[in-house]
């Protein structure tokens, strides 16, 4: 099993910066791709963005990309999202995910297998 712990949530104004953690313990080794997800009220879980344990290939939703910024710290297991310019509809539960080898479509989070509890990010106007 892996666990995956977020952290670095909050509320913040429209333009400013934000940035999240994911620390993974467990069997991390069997991991390939670590992700993040959000989820606004009401609405489908989304792809964020993604990211390669081995090789650092990254991935954006294009509704972030050019704003967030998704790395990893291999020596602390640890995946970070960095949010700038953030805005509103930015708002949502973020969580982040991990997968196993073999998985197909990168943005579709049926194919991850371990979340983490998520962290709730609020951008006001």
């Known amino acids: 099993q892996v666990q995956l712990v977020e952290s670095g949530g909050g509320l913040v104004q429209a333009g400013v910066s934000l940035k999240l953690s994911c620390a993974a313990s467990?069997?991390?080794?069997?991991?390939?791709?670590r992700a993040w997800f959000r989820q606004a009220p009401g609405k489908e879980r989304e792809f964020v963005a993604a990211?390669?344990?081995?090789?650092?290939?990254?991935y954006y939703a294009d509704s972030v990309k050019g704003r967030f910024t998704i790395s990893r710290d291999n020596a602390k297991n640890t995946v970070y999202l960095q949010m700038n310019s953030l805005k509103p509809e930015d708002t949502a539960v973020y969580h982040c995910?991990?997968?196993?080898?073999?998985?197909?479509?990168?943005?579709?989070?049926?194919?991850?297998?371990?979340w983490g509890q998520g962290t709730q990010v609020t951008v006001s106007s």
């Open positions: 467990g069997r991390t080794f069997s991991t390939v791709v």
């Open positions: 990211i390669r344990w081995s090789g650092g290939s990254t």
């Open positions: 995910a991990a997968r196993k080898p073999g998985g197909a479509d990168i943005s579709s989070p049926g194919t991850y297998d371990y």
